[in-house]
Nanobody
Framework: QVQLEESGGGLVQAGGSLRLSCAAS????????MAWYRQAPGKQRELVAG???????NYADSVKGRFTISRDNAKKTVYLQMNSLKPEDTAVYYC????????????WGQGTQVTVSS
């Protein structure tokens, strides 16, 4: 069983920064993608950024140049550094890990609230 524990959300003023962390525990398949998604009220969950076990990254256009995803494989942890935050970044942020194997097993964290005030 895989568990993901997120931390680092909170309330910040526009232009500020936050750093989210997500620590995985349990049996983690070595080839995987760790990612951050977000869901704002009344909207669908969307991918924010992802990083593979090999280090390849991708970002949503809306956060490019402002957010940075990174991972520490030894700690089984993924981070999301969020700078120049905007009110439209307000959402619940979810951590996800997907195994790159035939069953595509996927696990979610419980979510952490990020609120950006104007």
């Amino acid at each position: 069983q895989v568990q993901l524990e997120e931390s680092g959300g909170g309330l910040v003023q526009a232009g500020g920064s936050l750093r989210l962390s997500c620590a995985a525990s349990g049996s983690i398949f070595s080839m995987n993608v760790m990612a951050w998604y977000r869901q704002a009220p009344g909207k669908q969950r969307e991918l924010v950024a992802g990083v593979t076990s090999g280090g390849s990254v991708n970002y949503a256009d809306s956060v490019k140049g402002r957010f940075t995803i990174s991972r520490d494989n030894a700690k089984k942890t993924v981070y999301l550094q969020m700078n120049s935050l905007k009110p439209e970044d307000t959402a619940v942020y979810y951590c996800n890990v997907q195994f790159l194997r035939s069953d595509r097993a996927s696990y979610w964290g419980q979510g952490t609230q990020v609120t950006v005030s104007s």
